[in-house]
C-alpha cells in the first residue's frame, strides 16, 4: 500500500484527484450559498427598513403641512412627532426648510444651521434620496415636504437612522454560517478521503493480485468484478495470461520433442558402437553393417536438425516471403522430376494433371517445399506398385493442387494432429521410412504464409488426398 500513496506520487494518483474533485464539488456550493445569502439578508432588511422609515416620515410631512410648520415651526405635536420617531428608530430627525436652514433637529444640535449636503439638495428638487451606508451602520433618509395643492417643496425631512440590528444580525449569521462552513468542511473531507479510498480500492487490489502472481503463476487469476473497467482488464488479463500459459506449455513441450527426437538417433549410434566394442575380432562385414546402420542414424539426426532449422525460420520470420510470379506447373515438373527415381525404386507411378498453365505469386523455395513434402509423404506412405496422382486446377482468385495417393491411409484418430510437429500416424513405419514428423508442420506453416489452407481427406487403406488452395495474387493485408 505505501507504494502507492508515497510523497512523490500522491499528486499523481488517481485517488488525489478523487479526493479533489469530491472536496471542491462538496465545499464550494456551500460557500457560494453562504456568501450569497447573507449579502441578499442585507439587501432585503436595509430597503424593508428604508421603505419603513420613509412611510413614518410621509407622516411627518402630512403634520407638518397640516401644522404648517415651516410658516410658524412651533408646534408641539410636531416636535413630539419628531422626538417619537427619532427614539423610535434610534435617530437623528431634522427638518429644514427651503433656505436650506435646520428648524428642527431631534439632536438640538444643528437648529438654525445650514445644511448643503447632495442628498438634501436632491431631495429639493422633489424626489426621496436615501443611503445605506454599511460600515459605520446607518441608513439616511431625505423626503421632500410639499404643498398638497401645488406641489411645490417647502422643505425636506432628513432622518439618519441606526441600522446597527442589521448588522448584529449579519454578524450572528456570519458566525453559525462559520460553524455550519466548518460542519461541511470536516464532513466532505472526511467523505473526500475514505470516498476515494473506497473508489480506488479495486484498483489497488488488482494491482496487489497482480504482484502476488509474479511468484505464481499457475493460479493465476484476476476477478476484480467491482466496476465495469476493472472487470473489462480482469478479462483481457486472464486471456493474456491463459494465452501466456499456453505458448509456454507448447514451448516446453516442443523443448521434449526436440530433446527426445534428437536423442533416438544418438541412442541408436551408442548402442551400436558399445555392441562393436564390447566384441573381439569383429569380423569386417559386420563393422560395415553396423557402421552404415550408424551412418543412417547420422543422416536422421541431420535430417531431423535440417527441418528443425527450417520449421524455426519460418516461425521467425514470420511473414517474411519471398514472393515472385512463378509457374506453377513448371515448379510441379521440377518437383515430380526429382522424386520420380524415388518411386521407381517401388514401381510407384506419378501422374500430374492439368487443363491450364497457372502463373502465381508465391515464395518459390517455400512453395517447392510445400509440394516435395506432400509428393514425398505420398510415396513413402505408399504401397509397391502403388500410384500417385498431383493435379493443378485455378479460378480467378486461387489455384489448387491436390495430392492423391493409393497408399496406406491414415487412420481416424490420427488425422487431425498430422500437422502437428513431430506427430507420427504410424510411428514405426515413419521412423523406418527416415521420417521425422516436422514435414507437414513446415508444409501448413509455409501455406498459411501464403494465406492458403492445407486440408486432408484419408482412409486408412485406401489412401490419402491433400487439398491446397492458395492466391494467386499475394496481397500484404
Ligand atoms: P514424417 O517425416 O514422419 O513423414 P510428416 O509431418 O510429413 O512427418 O507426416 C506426419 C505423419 O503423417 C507421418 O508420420 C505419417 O504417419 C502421416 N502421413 C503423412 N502423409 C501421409 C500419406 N500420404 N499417407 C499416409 N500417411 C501420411
Keep these: 500500500m505505501s507504494r502507492f500513496f508515497s510523497k512523490s506520487r500522491i499528486f499523481n494518483s488517481i485517488r488525489f484527484y478523487i479526493f479533489l474533485l469530491v472536496f471542491v464539488a462538496g465545499l464550494l456550493p456551500s460557500l457560494i450559498f453562504a456568501s450569497s445569502l447573507s449579502n441578499s439578508y442585507e439587501q432585503k432588511s436595509v430597503s424593508t427598513e428604508t421603505i419603513e422609515i420613509i412611510s413614518q416620515i410621509r407622516t411627518l410631512s402630512n403634520r407638518i403641512l397640516s401644522e404648517n410648520y415651516f410658516e410658524d415651526p412651533t408646534s408641539q405635536q410636531v416636535e413630539a412627532y419628531v422626538d417619537l420617531l427619532s427614539a423610535i428608530y434610534d435617530g437623528r430627525i431634522m427638518i429644514i426648510n427651503k433656505d436650506y436652514a435646520v428648524i428642527s433637529d431631534s439632536y438640538h444640535l444643528a437648529e438654525n444651521k445650514t445644511v448643503l449636503s447632495s442628498e438634501v439638495i436632491a431631495a429639493m428638487q422633489g424626489v426621496d434620496v436615501s443611503n445605506y451606508d454599511g460600515e459605520n451602520a446607518f441608513i439616511e433618509v431625505v423626503v421632500p415636504v410639499e404643498a398638497s395643492e401645488t406641489g411645490e417643496v417647502l422643505g425636506v425631512i432628513l432622518a439618519s437612522v441606526s441600522s446597527t440590528d442589521i448588522t448584529m444580525n449579519i454578524e450572528y449569521m456570519s458566525e453559525n454560517a462559520m460553524v455550519l462552513g466548518f460542519a461541511v468542511l470536516i464532513l466532505v473531507t472526511i467523505v473526500a478521503v475514505f470516498g476515494s479510498a473506497r473508489i480506488v480500492r479495486p484498483f489497488i487490489r488488482m494491482s496487489e493480485n497482480i504482484e502476488k502472481m509474479q511468484t505464481s503463476m499457475e493460479e493465476a487469476e484476476l476477478s476484480i468484478l467491482d466496476y465495469e473497467e476493472t472487470r473489462k482488464v480482469s478479462y483481457a488479463f486472464n486471456d493474456l495470461i491463459a494465452r501466456m500459459k499456453q505458448t509456454e506449455e507448447s514451448r516446453q513441450e516442443f523443448v521434449?520433442?526436440?530433446?527426445?527426437?534428437?536423442?533416438?538417433?544418438?541412442?541408436?549410434?551408442?548402442?551400436?558402437?558399445?555392441?562393436?566394442?564390447?566384441?573381439?575380432?569383429v569380423p569386417a562385414e559386420l563393422y560395415r553393417e553396423f557402421m552404415e546402420d550408424i551412418a543412417a542414424e547420422i543422416d536422421r539426426e541431420n535430417n531431423i536438425i535440417n527441418d528443425l532449422l527450417t520449421l524455426v525460420k519460418l516461425d521467425r520470420t514470420n511473414g517474411e516471403i519471398n514472393i515472385n510470379s512463378v509457374n506453377i506447373n513448371e515448379l510441379i515438373e521440377l518437383v515430380l522430376k526429382r522424386l520420380r527415381p524415388i518411386a521407381a525404386r517401388h514401381n510407384i507411378e506419378v501422374v500430374f494433371e492439368t487443363q491450364r498453365n497457372v502463373i502465381a505469386e508465391v515464395d518459390e523455395v517455400k512453395m517447392t517445399q510445400v509440394i516435395t513434402n506432400l509428393v514425398e509423404n505420398a510415396i513413402k506412405y505408399n504401397t509397391d506398385d502403388g500410384w500417385v496422382h498431383v493435379t493443378l486446377n485455378a479460378d480467378a482468385a486461387f489455384f489448387y493442387i491436390t495430392v492423391e495417393d493409393g497408399g496406406m491411409g491414415i487412420d481416424e484418430e490420427s488425422l487431425p494432429h498430422i500437422f502437428e510437429r513431430f506427430y507420427r500416424a504410424d510411428k514405426s513405419?515413419?521412423?523406418?521410412?527416415?521420417?521425422?514428423?516436422?514435414?507437414?508442420?513446415?508444409?501448413?506453416?509455409?501455406?498459411?504464409?501464403?494465406?492458403?489452407?492445407?486440408?486432408?481427406?484419408?482412409?486408412?487403406?485406401?489412401?490419402?488426398?491433400?487439398?491446397?488452395?492458395?492466391?494467386?495474387?499475394?496481397?500484404?493485408?
Design 256 to 281: 521434449s520433442n526436440v530433446s527426445h527426437e534428437l536423442k533416438t538417433p544418438l541412442t541408436s549410434m551408442k548402442v551400436l558402437a558399445d555392441s562393436l566394442n564390447s566384441q573381439e575380432d
Design 429 to 477: 513405419h515413419s521412423r523406418e521410412i527416415g521420417g521425422t514428423g516436422l514435414g507437414l508442420a513446415i508444409t501448413r506453416s509455409a501455406v498459411l504464409l501464403h494465406r492458403g489452407t492445407i486440408k486432408v481427406d484419408s482412409q486408412l487403406g485406401n489412401g490419402t488426398t491433400f487439398s491446397l488452395r492458395i492466391p494467386l495474387n499475394y496481397r500484404t493485408k
